[in-house]
Every structure is written in C-alpha cells, then in structure tokens.
DNA sequence: TTGACATATGAACAGTTGTTCATATGTTTG
DNA sequence: CAAACATATGAACAACTGTTCATATGTCAA
C-alpha cells in the first residue's frame, strides 16, 4: 500500500487525509480560486461586483488603482472564469460568473462582520 | 462626497459598492486566509487536518514534501491563527484553529464533488 | 551525558506576482 | 475620415513566495 514513503507516524490517519485530498487538477482549480482571492484589488473587485456589475474605470475607483492596473487584473478574473463581461458602446460591463465565487464571498463577508 | 476620484461613470454604483469593502485590517485578514489557502502544500495540510490531527511527518507524506519545507508552511499557518498544535513528547500534533476556516474547507470540498 | 529522533529556523535562491508605462484595439461622435 | 474615449495588452521591474540545505532546538532513552 505505501509505496515509497518514509517516517510516517500514523499510517491510518495519513490514509484518511489523503484519501481525502482531491485529485491535482481539483487540487489547483480551487488554489486558482483561492490565490485570486488573496490579492486586495481582486478581493475589492468581486466583493464590488457581487453587489451589482460595473465598468473598468468604476472598478478602478473602487480599488483606488489605474484602469490599465485593474484591466489586467480583470483578465486575471476572466481566465478563472470568476467573472464575465459584456460590451455596450465603448464601455465594458463585468460581473461574476461563478456562483461558488459569489456565494464564498458573501460567507466571508458575513464571518467578518462576527 | 467623492474627493479625489476621476472619470467614474456611475457614482451610485460605485458609493454602493464602496460601502461594502470591509475596512482594510478586515481586507486584509480575509486576503491572508484566501492566501494561505492558495499554495498546494498549505490547501493539502488544511484539508488533512480538517479530518483529524496529524503530526509533522505525517503532513509531510501527505503533502509529498520534506518534514523541513512542511515546517516552513505550518509556521505560516501557525501565524495566521488557522493551526493550533500540542506537543506530545518528541511529536508535535496539529490540528484547526479557526472554524471560519474549517468550514471554508468544507464548503469548498463540497464544491469539487459537483 | 551522549546519541537518536522530531521539529524548527535562517540564509539563499529561483520562480512568480502586481504594478507602471507605453502603446494598441475597438467604439462613438463630429 | 479624424479625434476622443474606454479598455486591453506587452515589456520591464521590484517585491514577494516556497523550496532546499545546513544548522539549531527540544525531548527521550540508554
């Protein structure tokens, strides 16, 4: 059963943990999730859209940071599929598109008010 | 009401969105959990723990790292308030601190199975 | 005390990240 | 068409991160 590990102390409880630990895909979809999150402007930025969607350069000011700063950031956001867009003229609509994404930030804003 | 802001196309939008960014100590507080939990090493320690208890060693074969770099991350936790430990002799046990984290934890390997 | 063991820590290094600046793209108006 | 505007993108750079290696600390047993 152990193949190639050493100096385990607890062979049934390592067992467990790691029968318990998803797959590496699983595994750095949700670091994805999580290390978008860890960043303020990114934070800033889905909190403000999980109230309602906005523009870049409204973002910006939410973030107190450049539009070009909070543009690259949004790809960032798109890429993980956490936030969607749509065009309308020259002005550039996002709001979030997971709803995992939203519904752990509304959970986390609701632990910080504890 | 707005200071110092620049080229912000819907202003009650963005005063909406601003009152609900948490203050920056919360901000930052919530980045640094989403943080800790953003490295593979980090989310595989916490979601181990989130069953049992586990020693250093052990963490290390779940992990798939030395008991060295292990160390390194359950320090960081340590700080964060998300790990507490007890030492039993030459072994030291770690287990969850924080419930918001535990059930973070739980939510989220909720998720996956989806 | 000495040796073995489990864990912790410091220094150093490669790799990654987030910003800025300059420039490019796409859209509307004149 | 050209000019103005909103956004996007590439390059470059400082700052940060996670690991390894060497060494230190703390504990137990002989």
Known sequence: MDVCQEKIIH???VQKALNNIPDMDALHSITGIFKA???????????????CELCVCDL??????SDSAVS????ILRNLKIVRYR??????????DDHHVS????????????
Chains 1, 2 share one sequence.
């Open 72 to 75: 690259h950031q949004l790809r």
């Open 11 to 13: 062979h049934e409880s």
């Open 87 to 96: 065009r309308e003229g020259k002005v550039v609509y996002y709001r979030l």
């Open 60 to 65: 910006a000011a939410v973030c107190g940071s």
């Open 37 to 51: 999150l860890s960043d303020p402007s990114r934070l800033k930025i889905v909190i403000a859209l999980a109230k």
């Open 103 to 114: 519904t752990l930030i509304n959970q986390t804003l609701e632990h910080v008010k504890e």
